[in-house]
């Protein structure tokens, strides 16, 4: 079965020589202007939403953006791509086990070049020439990815998730826990490749992949957030108010601060395992202003020969 090309360049809307801040930068314009929760078609929003966080899945990393640069002239938008060989995902023990899966947040492309796979399973011949069909095999355990957003993370969900493996086609609602982090898999037991020989059926694992943001980025239990803040503010001080998944909250800029300068607002996270939230770690960054009216230009240059201040002493 052919799988449909991506174009994740496309998608963001950048050039495929862009760099990485130019692709964070489109990522985090199209993020807010689709983000369902700000959005007014939700539905369409959605789809977009997954379709703009699943390209910058790739393109933002650099190993899976080189990969994916690395397909080359035999990739072209529209077309159809089969694995080396003809194989098709999950192909085991002789036979194909080609499960689909939707409701996932990720297409079938995504899959096939960066996701988890199928592993064991049943069929074919084992070293003494039997047939897995003559004794009884646990089943093929199946693997995929679920896109889970800092939303669903911060107060749990429950997703529809279809896996289609020929013309069988299963519905499965999964839960999502409150807390659940990056790379954990999600197991539904019996939900997978049937058994050989009246032996029980493998597992479905989903494995999360947390939604990319485009204000915070996640470590661990924690968000980080870049605030830009204005000479004056990292001179003299000032009160700022800065995002958060429940809303804006308030914090101190202390006189004298520099740039990647980070500030911890304690609780303001992803929830835990076992109670407790991480924290929000603000990383200052100064910003200067480009061109100047002539009024803030005189201004600047009067500070200028007035300062005792001497960055390279």
Partial sequence: MGVEYKDYYKSLGVPRGASEADIKKAFRKLAREFHPDVAKDKKKSEEKFKEINEAYEVLGDAAKRKKYDELGADWKSGSEFRPAGGQARGFRGGRSADFEFGGTGFSDFFEQMFGAHGRGGTGGMDSRGMRAEDFATRGQDVEGDLMVTLDEVMRGAVRPVTVQHGSKTETHQVKIPVGVTEGQRLRL????????????????????????????????????????????????????????????????IPAGTQTGQKLRVRGRGLPQHGGGKGDLIVVTRVEVPGRLPEAERKLWEQLARESKFKPRE
Avoid: C, M
């Fill in 189 to 252: 037991a019996g939900r997978g490749g049937s058994g050989g020989g009246g032996g029980p059926a493998g597992d479905l694992l989903l494995r999360v992949r947390l939604a990319k943001h485009p204000d915070f980025e996640v470590e661990e239990h924690n968000l980080i957030y870049e605030a830009d803040l204005a000479p004056w503010e990292a001179v003299l001080g000032a009160d700022i108010s800065v995002p958060t998944l429940d809303g804006q909250v308030s914090i101190k």
